[in-house]
C-alpha cells in the first residue's frame, strides 16, 4: 500500500510539473499565433519521428524483450526523461527500475542502458564536431568566433577520449564494483554495435537529428531562421542545462538554448519565442506518449487473462491452454514499481 501511494504522488507530481510549469503554454500560444501552422504541424510531426527513431534504437540494446512492451517501456522512458530531474539519466534510472522489478538483473541493466547512453552521447559529440566544422569553413550562418568553435570541439574530443579510455585503464580492474563493471561493458557494447551495422543505429541518428530540426522549424516559425551548423552547437550547448536537477528541464533548458542561441548570433526575442514554442512540443509529446504507454501497461495488467488454465475441446479431446505468463514490465508496473524507493533496485545489487 505504502509503495502505491509513493507511486500515485509521483505520477500527481508529474502532473501538476506539466499543467502548472512546464514550459510557459500561455506564451508560447501567444507567440504561435502569428506562426505558420504549417511549420508547426511539421515540427509536431518531426517530434513523433524523433520518438520513433529512439524506439528503433531502444529495442536493438533490449531486443530480448516484447515487442510491445519494449515500445511502451521506450515510450516511458522518454516521458520520465521529460519530466524527471536529469534528462537522460533520470529516464533510464526509471526505466532500470520497471526492468529490475520485472526480472532483469541489475547487470544487465546497467550494461544494455549504458551502452545505449554512450551509443546516443556519442552521437551528440558527433554533431557537435561536425557543426563546428562546418561553421569554421563558413558554411550556414552564424556567429564564427574561433573560441565558439574550438572549446565545443575540444570538450567534445575529451569527452569522447575519456569514454574510450575508461575500459582501456588499469586502474578500474583493481577491484572494481559490479556497477562499475557493468558500466565498462556497456561502454564495449556501445563499440561493438557501432562495427556492426544495423538498420537500427540509424535511431540514435534519428533521435536526435529529428529534434534538432524541430528547434529549427519553431526559429524559421518565428521569422528567424538560423543556419544548420549554429543550429546544431546551440542546441548540443543548450541542452547541457538539461542536466541540472531540475524537473522537466523549468527554465534551465530554456536558459540554455535562448543562451546558445544568442551566442550564435540569434535575436533575444526571437530566440526566447522559438525555445518555449520548441519545449512544449518536445515537452508534451514524450511526456503524453509516456502517460498513455504507462496506462495501457496498467490495464493490460488489470485485464490480463485469468492465470487459471483454460480448458478447450479439440477434436473430441480435451485439451489444456495455459494463460501466458505475464510480462515483465507489466508485472513491474502491477508492483509499483516507480513508487519503490529508489534503494530497492540500486545499481549495487548482485545481479
Known amino acids: 500500500m505504502k509503495r502505491r501511494l509513493i507511486t500515485i504522488g509521483l505520477l500527481l507530481l508529474a502532473g501538476g510539473t506539466a499543467l502548472l510549469a512546464v514550459p510557459g503554454l500561455h506564451d508560447a500560444a501567444r507567440k504561435a499565433n502569428s506562426v505558420n501552422v504549417l511549420l508547426l504541424l511539421g515540427a509536431v510531426a518531426l517530434e513523433l519521428a524523433s520518438c520513433?527513431?529512439?524506439?528503433?534504437?531502444?529495442?536493438?540494446?533490449?531486443?530480448?524483450?516484447?515487442?510491445?512492451?519494449?515500445?511502451?517501456?521506450?515510450?516511458?522512458?522518454?516521458?520520465?526523461?521529460?519530466?524527471?530531474?536529469?534528462?537522460?539519466?533520470?529516464?533510464?534510472?526509471?526505466?532500470?527500475?520497471?526492468?529490475?522489478?520485472?526480472?532483469?538483473?541489475?547487470?544487465?541493466?546497467?550494461?544494455?542502458?549504458?551502452?545505449?547512453?554512450?551509443?546516443?552521447?556519442?552521437?551528440?559529440?558527433?554533431?557537435?564536431?561536425?557543426g563546428a566544422l562546418l561553421l569554421a569553413l563558413g558554411v550556414g550562418g552564424g556567429a564564427h568566433g574561433a573560441l565558439l568553435i574550438a572549446l565545443p570541439a575540444t570538450v567534445g574530443v575529451l569527452a569522447v577520449a575519456l569514454v574510450l579510455a575508461i575500459p582501456r585503464s588499469p586502474w578500474h580492474r583493481r577491484g572494481r564494483s559490479p556497477a562499475l563493471g557493468s558500466v565498462v561493458d556497456g561502454i564495449r557494447q556501445a563499440e561493438r554495435e557501432l562495427v556492426r551495422p544495423h538498420w537500427r543505429l540509424l535511431g540514435a541518428l534519428g533521435y536526435l537529428g529529428f529534434d534538432i530540426v524541430v528547434l529549427g522549424l519553431t526559429c524559421a516559425g518565428v521569422g528567424h531562421p538560423i543556419g544548420v551548423p549554429a543550429l546544431v552547437l546551440a542546441y548540443?550547448?543548450?541542452?547541457?542545462?538539461?542536466?541540472?536537477?531540475?524537473?522537466?528541464?523549468?527554465?534551465?533548458?530554456?536558459?540554455?538554448?535562448?543562451?546558445?542561441?544568442?551566442?550564435?548570433?540569434?535575436?533575444?526575442?526571437?530566440?526566447?519565442?522559438?525555445?518555449?514554442?520548441?519545449?512544449?512540443?518536445?515537452?508534451?509529446?514524450?511526456?503524453?506518449?509516456?502517460?498513455?504507454?504507462?496506462?495501457?501497461?496498467?490495464?493490460?495488467?488489470?485485464?490480463?487473462?485469468?492465470?487459471?488454465?483454460?480448458?478447450?475441446?479439440?477434436?473430441?479431446?480435451?485439451?489444456?491452454?495455459?494463460?501466458?505468463?505475464?510480462?515483465?514490465?507489466?508485472?513491474?508496473?502491477?508492483?509499483?514499481?516507480?513508487?519503490?524507493?529508489?534503494?530497492?533496485?540500486?545499481?549495487?545489487?548482485?545481479?
Open 52 to 130: 520513433a527513431s529512439f524506439l528503433a534504437i531502444f529495442r536493438r540494446f533490449f531486443g530480448e524483450l516484447d515487442a510491445r512492451e519494449a515500445r511502451r517501456l521506450a515510450w516511458i522512458e522518454m516521458g520520465s526523461g521529460a519530466l524527471l530531474p536529469g534528462g537522460g539519466v533520470g529516464s533510464l534510472a526509471a526505466g532500470g527500475l520497471l526492468l529490475r522489478r520485472g526480472g532483469m538483473s541489475t547487470r544487465q541493466i546497467v550494461e544494455r542502458s549504458s551502452g545505449l547512453f554512450f551509443l546516443t552521447s556519442g552521437t551528440n559529440v558527433l554533431a557537435l564536431e561536425g
Open 236 to 351: 548540443i550547448i543548450g541542452y547541457a542545462a538539461n542536466t541540472l536537477p531540475v524537473p522537466g528541464g523549468i527554465g534551465v533548458l530554456e536558459g540554455g538554448l535562448v543562451g546558445a542561441l544568442v551566442l550564435y548570433g540569434a535575436p533575444v526575442m526571437p530566440a526566447t519565442a522559438a525555445v518555449l514554442l520548441y519545449h512544449t512540443i518536445s515537452f508534451w509529446i514524450p511526456s503524453l506518449g509516456g502517460g498513455i504507454a504507462y496506462t495501457l501497461v496498467t490495464l493490460a495488467r488489470r485485464t490480463g487473462p485469468d492465470p487459471a488454465a483454460e480448458r478447450q475441446p479439440c477434436e473430441g479431446r480435451t485439451r489444456t491452454r495455459t494463460a501466458r505468463r505475464p510480462a515483465p514490465l507489466r508485472e513491474a508496473i502491477a508492483d509499483g514499481a516507480l513508487g519503490g524507493p529508489l534503494a530497492d533496485a540500486s545499481l549495487g545489487e548482485a545481479g
